[in-house]
Structure formats: C-alpha cells, structure tokens
C-alpha cells in the first residue's frame, strides 16, 4: 500500500486549504483512512478519519465544525477540507490507512503511512 498527501502550503488565518491522499497498490474501498498532524517535537495527533465504506466518521474536539473528511472511492482519494484555519492548526498532516478499521481510531497505529504535507496559517 501506498499514500500520496498533497495539497498543503501557506494561508492566512480564517482561510481554507484542501488535502488530498490517495491510496494505490491495494483495493482502496476496503481501508478505513485517517489524517494525523504533527508540530516538531510533539506527539502525531488525531485530526479525522472515516470508515472503508465512508458511513461515518470521527474528529478531534478542535476541528469539529471545521474540518471535513470524505472518500473518492472511483478516484482512490480521500480528503481533508480545512475551512476557518487558525495558527494552531500548522503542522505536518500525513494520511493512514488500516484495512476495514484500525485498532483504535484515535491513536498513530495504523499499517500504512503517507509522507507529510505541510500546512502553515499565519496569523
């Protein structure tokens, strides 16, 4: 399995950014998919996930209402519609991936990981 993250880069505060993850090598519609983010020097913090079959979906506190996940299964993708960023939510956002669930779907154990894209929010 294979994760591709885009779509990061600079905004300013109260604006909005789209990530993209998408996920080959395996049968996409089968993997429960998550967003992680990380400062430097911080512990890999939950953002969102949603299930294989994108019936329902989790969030961390401090995005709800915020921040949207959802899944493309025709185009392998899942996604992360950032909108009202604040200067706390700069950090590192990788994508995961575990077959139908994870263990626990707030903590960084999922199999599969994608390199990091970077979303900074000036204040």
């Known amino acids: 399995v294979q994760l591709q993250a885009s779509g990061g880069g600079l905004v300013q505060a109260g604006g909005s950014l789209r990530l993209s993850c998408t996920l080959s090598?395996?049968?996409?519609?089968?993997?429960?998919l998550a967003w992680f983010r990380q400062d430097p020097g911080k512990e890999r913090e939950f953002v969102a996930a949603?299930?294989?079959?994108?019936?329902?979906?989790y969030y961390t506190d401090s995005v709800k209402g915020r921040f949207t996940i959802s899944r493309d299964n025709a185009k392998n993708t899942v996604y992360l519609q950032m909108n009202s960023l604040k200067p706390e939510d700069t950090a590192v956002y990788y994508c995961?991936?575990?077959?139908?669930?994870?263990?626990?779907?707030?903590?960084?154990?999922?199999?599969?990981w994608g390199q990091g894209t970077q979303v900074t929010v000036s204040s």
């Open positions: 949603i299930t294989y079959n994108g019936a329902s979906t």
């Open positions: 995961a991936a575990d077959l139908l669930r994870p263990k626990n779907w707030y903590e960084p154990q999922y199999d599969y």
């Open positions: 090598g395996r049968t996409f519609s089968s993997y429960a």
